[in-house]
């Protein structure tokens, strides 16, 4: 049994070995490629079960997840990560394992204990948070299934702080299989929650659940377990010494708590909004709320495949560029990671907005104007989300979380602002909660960059400038072609499955980018040179001699 044992360690080990940041970007990405994919289906089921028949039900597990949610993102989130990686980081390179260990130790155990005593609260409490903060607009009905679903889910943010810390860990000495893999299995959890707990829970003939669309906040915590499960087995062959203390006296943690209340306040506010965009909609009538976070999170699976996958695998090795004191080389990783997101952002974001019925299918059968109406609207915010969160990162890595969390309360402030003014002064309803969100998007990456380029001089030379231009002249013109091609392979009424719609949207995606590369080429951009090379390899390496 040892030897097995010992097997089996040496396998996770391997497979969790440290990798470079383009293979922990590709890594990244494609676990999000895949956790997106398989997040669609799961909102597929769901939209299909109830956001036709059964739309106070899906609105309530909209506002059940709020409060939740944002709880973990204030006390936890990527706070902890940008905060805890250099600091971490630091101890490493001076050989002081002994110290990082403790580091992580206190963290795990002080978030256990904050997270546990918050899903108390949150359970305690859930009945007055759902009646005057996420769903003051609720009917008898939907209130008490928030309450009851809130309930429920209340003990993700406990599950997730764990999960949280323990991948952090992993991340900051540039281990990502393990991290990549918890987001998939978060969502299969909720997918059978959706398929099977749904029809009720039956033990040796005993019937314990009797199903509903409860049985999908129950999927949820299965997926917050089997996260924290298979986050976990990454700790497997990095020695990871841990002592059931918080150890207040390590100078490392007490610097780490230093840096954490500004970006979890940050994180808090962002989150925030999301609570005043959800208290507005739910007065907007039954189904709206389920609308807006639907087109929200479609316009963040981008934004999560392209930014935050490639941020968070270069973060790390731009903190260790500024730990050696290589100012030169943290510029020069910078700006190449930039571009990169710069050059994928931009045809994605053009594809999404004239494609959005497609891409809506994919949640809904046959599709829903609603939500293509209001993820249109959000298509500027795809861009410049994705943006932000390398430029966030760039303070992060020199150990400033405050300026950031400033920028954020101003553009946080006036995103609430105009939410308001334009839903309620305006009229616009759903849409006037979209329209805030993209332009509130440009302007908190125009004040990142402008404080960046004043701080940092030389940080992004005429370059990189012209590269970006050029990137977005090749986009402009893909556009069209996009345009085009959608125009002839309308969406028909008899495309009522993905397979039918499947085909179509995969021709649009290929000849759009097809187009982008090939002018990205005689544009001489840098970016589509290891693309054009691995796609040369695939199609005619076989042939050389």
């Known amino acids: 049994m040892a030897g097995r ?37 799961r909102d597929r089921l769901i939209n299909g079960m109830y956001l036709d ?11 059940a997840f709020t409060v939740p949610d944002f709880m973990y993102f204030l006390l936890v989130s990527g706070a902890l990560s940008v905060s805890f990686i250099p600091v971490f980081n630091q101890r490493l390179a001076s050989g002081n394992k002994r110290s990082a260990w403790e580091l992580s130790s206190s963290l795990l155990n002080l978030f256990a204990v904050l997270t546990l005593i918050t899903s108390v609260l949150i359970i305690i ?24 679903m809130m309930r429920i889910i209340a003990v993700n943010p406990f599950l997730f702080a764990i999960a949280t810390v323990v991948s952090s860990m992993q991340q900051a000495i540039g281990r990502f299989t393990f991290l990549a893999l918890a987001p998939t299995i978060y969502n299969l959890g909720i997918v059978v929650g959706a398929k099977y707990f749904t029809n ?9 659940f009797e199903g509903g669309i409860m049985g999908v906040a129950l999927g949820v915590v299965l997926g917050a377990i089997l996260q924290l499960v298979v986050s976990s087995i990454g700790l497997v062959g990095i020695n990871f010494d841990y002592r059931p203390v918080i150890s207040w006296r390590n100078k490392g ?31 907007m009538g039954d189904g709206i709320m389920r609308v807006y976070q639907q087109a929200s999170s479609l316009s963040l699976m981008p934004v999560n495949l392209v930014g935050v996958a490639i941020s968070n695998a270069a973060f790390p090795r731009m903190t260790e560029r500024l730990a050696e004191g290589r100012v030169d080389l943290f510029k020069k990783e910078l700006r190449s990671v930039f571009r990169w997101i710069v050059w994928l952002a931009l045809p994605i974001a053009v594809i999404t907005f004239f494609a959005r019925g497609y891409v809506v299918a994919f949640i809904k059968n046959g599709g829903q104007p609603a939500i293509a109406s209001v993820l249109g609207a959000l298509v500027i915010s795809i861009f410049f989300r994705t943006l932000y969160h390398i430029m966030a990162r760039t303070f992060y890595a020199q150990q400033d979380t405050r300026t950031p969390l400033y920028i954020s309360i101003a553009t946080i402030s006036l995103n609430i602002l105009l939410a308001i003014v334009f839903t309620q002064l305006f009229g616009w309803g759903v849409f006037g909660l979209a329209w805030a969100q993209s332009i509130v998007s440009v302007v908190e990456i125009a004040i990142l960059l402008t404080i960046l380029h004043v701080r940092t001089p030389g940080i992004f030379n005429r370059k990189t400038l012209r590269s970006i231009i050029t990137m977005m002249i090749a986009s402009a013109i893909m556009g069209v072609v996009t345009y085009f091609v959608v125009q002839m392979l309308q969406l028909q009424s008899r495309d009522m499955n993905f397979m039918a719609v499947f085909p179509k949207f995969t021709v649009i995606v290929v000849v759009s980018f097809a187009v982008y590369i090939a002018l990205s080429k005689v544009f001489k951009l840098e970016e589509a040179d290891p693309i054009v090379a691995k796609l040369r390899q695939l199609l005619f390496g076989r042939v050389r001699r």
């Open 200 to 208: 009720g829970i039956n033990i040796f003939g005993w019937q314990i």
């Open 5 to 41: 044992g010992s097997r089996v360690r040496s396998v996770v080990a391997k497979a969790n070995s440290k990798l470079s940041v383009q293979w922990a970007a590709i890594l990244l990405s494609g676990s999000t490629m895949l956790s997106s994919l398989l997040g669609i289906y």
């Open 125 to 148: 409490f859930a009945d007055p948070l759902v009646r005057y903060v996420v769903g003051p607009g609720f009917g008898e009905q939907g209130h008490a299934l928030a309450v009851s």
């Open 53 to 63: 028949t059964y739309k106070v039900g899906a609105d309530a597990y909209v506002a």
């Open 253 to 283: 943690f007490r610097q780490v708590l230093k840096l954490l209340p500004p970006r979890s306040i940050d994180q808090g506010i962002d989150y925030f909004n999301g609570i005043v965009e959800i208290n507005l909609a739910s007065r």
